[in-house]
């Protein structure tokens, strides 16, 4: 049963990526099993030998062996296996005597099921968000800003002179967020003004696009998304002209 | 020409000319994918990370050591044993002093050399029987890690038949084992450079990115 997964597709991500490192890791591979106890996946399912780091990149190799030739069953194979048993923490990296990064290879498995559609959809979305508003939330402009204004007001009843000043050129540090803030939890801005305002620090959090610090296009190897949230950052604070970026705890 | 001294001629030209070529090749393919592909390892490249994590993994200085102490001794054992036998053994050498590069070098005892090819043996059978027995390696085994066990030690069986005349009652195997020895040899020269058995020289360049990427992170190399 070959459902319509393009040959082409697969491989047109694949070999581009196919740089020294990743082919010298899906050849060398000696299968000694090394690894398998240093997984807490493994560990934690009882030591089930599917859970084997090795185990869990055989795909990459048996992509490139039947020319990314594959149905659309095998696909989802490999999407529970890269999403739901592998957390890309590198721990057996550590342990392999040749030093093989399996959460490397899980992520380039990860970035081919992206490129072809499949992603979580939870992730899908935050980072369909990412792109139309710069965070994962679609917290929009004016409801940053409200927040933050809002959550000064309250935050200066307990700490008397607090000020969460926003876009203040030339400030020390530009403070960054988790969407979720705004979104859920605006007392943990708060928190952090009244500390900023305790220590008396010279701090600022910018009003565009870049304030939101999480990277949720990361996990599932969007390399061109995850590399405009970054650079949105990055333009703010120098934009800003600050020294130094703060991110949320 | 007949079959032996092909063997011991042309076919042993060829065999070290392909495995030195081919491992030639796979390590220049690295440094020059690396540097339109890798950048990172160019980017951060640092003597000091590749030294320190090579130490750590050549010798029994890593974590893997004591976490399996017994299956990581027998393999420092079987890599020890694979590598002296064939360059040390007194045979070897003074056929190097035979032949028109004249070159020579001292040589173990025969007695060690006796010992060392039947630990190397022992070893090989356990690493069948452990990927045979076990469950977990079971799974992770292909028909390929068993041939490559199998004719990475023909060599060092005939070689110990050869010279210690073991199965000589049977007429062809003992009319025929310098030849089967010799040609055992030339295939696992060959096979080096487009096998698992490449991981003999792509370890120190897997080594080496891994030991870039984490000693900048500051994790344990």
Known sequence: MTEDVNPKAIMDFLKPRLGARLKTWIETCTHCSMCADTCHFYLAS?????????????????LLKKKGRVDKAYLQEIYKT???????????????????????????????????????????????????????MAVSKEDWVETIQWCEEEAAAEVVGLKIPIDKKGAKIMYTVNAR???????????????????????????EKGWDDTNLAMFINDAPTARMIVENTFKRAEELEVKQVAVTE | MDLSSFAEGPLLWIAFLVFIIGTVIRMAQFIFVARTKDKPLYNYFSVKYILATLARWLLPLNVTVKKNPVFIICVYLFHICLIVVPIWLAGHVSLWEESRFGWSWSSIPDKWADWMTLLLLAIAIFFILRRALLPDLRLLTTAGDYLLIVVTVLPFLTGYFLTHGTVDSIKFLGDNMRLFHVLSAEFVLILIPFTRLSHSVLFFFSRAASGIEFGRRGYSI
């Open chain 1, 46 to 62: 009882g030591k089930d030998p599917k859970m084997i780091p090795a185990y869990k990149v055989r795909f990459l190799r048996d």
């Open chain 1, 82 to 136: 890269i999403y739901y048993e592998c957390n890309m923490c590198r721990r057996c990296t550590l342990y392999c005597p040749f030093g093989i990064d399996i959460g490397f290879l899980i992520s380039t498995l990860r970035g081919l099921l992206t490129s072809l559609g499949i992603a979580p959809e939870g992730l899908k979305k935050a980072v369909e968000n990412y792109k139309l508003t710069g965070n994962q």
């Open chain 1, 181 to 207: 803030e705004p979104k859920f939890y605006p007392q943990d801005i708060m928190e952090v003004a009244k500390i900023f305002a305790v220590a008396g620090e010279d701090w600022t959090v910018p009003s």
